[in-house]
């Protein structure tokens, strides 16, 4: 079940992205140190491997990082990141059918990806990087805009909010307004609450409970909490065993009216997806 304040079609470079319904959006990180699979992917043949397995096993879109944002990730330089991150991008546009998301915050990035047939950004910062916003409003391309405070490395020093959801969606309606008078049309903008970023545990679980409440900004809601440390807290599993506990919140996302899964194990939520929307649309 998805929210339908908004179109239902969404022009993702060439491709288009169909709101009416659920997708599952995997991850394919080009880093050395992501917190779930750093160094798996960064060898070229591998993750267009991965990548290949994922859009097969009914991923719609593809987010390709090329820096890691987990709590205490040292920077990365633009030079680095456009030599991960581009690569991947054209060789991924030129041999699969699926929208390419690129998790950057970096200018440079946007620019290059976009040239190269990128579909969307998703930029865990809100676009609040020096000259994000004109590179995102040149791309002509839809943005994803996140919720965090402060920088990957010190985002969890002590986090506090007077009420975590109120406090979200005000910053995430100060961003859409940024995004507008930068030229970027509401239309072209998706939400991300940042689960993990910046935010407790107690934090992450009412906000996650009390996710209905961003849509009254009126766009679609893409939510990751792929094997995040909020499944690890409260279920006390390691990252490699929060599959479970990673797909009931999947489908608690789903029938939250989330638009978009960001998720590590592609067929598992697949398979979550297919399943509530067979529900649903039963007489």
């Known amino acids: 079940m998805t929210s339908q304040q ?64 987990r709590p205490g990730a040292p920077a990365v330089s633009v030079t680095e990141e456009i030599e991960r991150v581009a690569p991947m991008v054209e060789v991924i546009n030129s041999r699969l059918d699926v929208i390419i998301s690129v998790d950057t915050s970096t200018p440079a990035v946007m620019r290059e990806s976009a040239r190269l047939g990128a579909g969307l950004i998703n930029d865990v910062r809100g676009l609040e990087r020096d000259g994000a916003l004109d590179a995102a409003a040149d791309t002509g391309l839809p943005v994803c805009l996140m919720h965090m405070r402060g920088e990957p490395g010190n985002m969890q020093d002590n986090p506090h909010y007077e009420n975590v959801t109120a406090d979200v969606t005000r910053y995430l309606e100060k961003r ?34 009390h996710m209905e409440a961003l849509h009254s900004l009126g766009r679609p809601l893409l939510v990751g909490v792929s094997r995040k440390s909020m499944i690890g807290l409260t279920l006390g599993r390691p990252v490699e065993e929060r599959l479970y506990g990673g797909l009931a919140l999947a489908a608690l996302a789903m029938t939250k009216g989330a638009s978009i899964l960001r998720v590590h194990d592609v067929v598992e939520t697949v398979d979550v997806v297919r399943m509530i929307a067979a529900v649903q649309s039963a007489e």
């Open 176 to 209: 859409m307004a940024a995004c507008a008078a930068a030229g970027i049309d509401a239309q072209r903008i998706i939400l991300d609450p940042g689960f993990g970023f910046a935010k407790t545990l107690a934090h992450n679980l009412s906000l996650f409970k």
């Open 6 to 69: 908004y179109p239902t079609r969404l022009p993702c470079g060439n491709r288009v992205l169909d709101l009416s319904r659920t997708h599952v959006m995997g991850i394919l990180n080009i880093t050395p140190d992501s917190f779930s699979d750093g160094g798996r992917f960064t060898q070229r043949d591998a993750a267009l491997r991965h990548a290949e397995a994922m859009v097969l096993a009914g991923a719609t879109l593809i987010d390709i990082g090329g820096e890691s944002t």
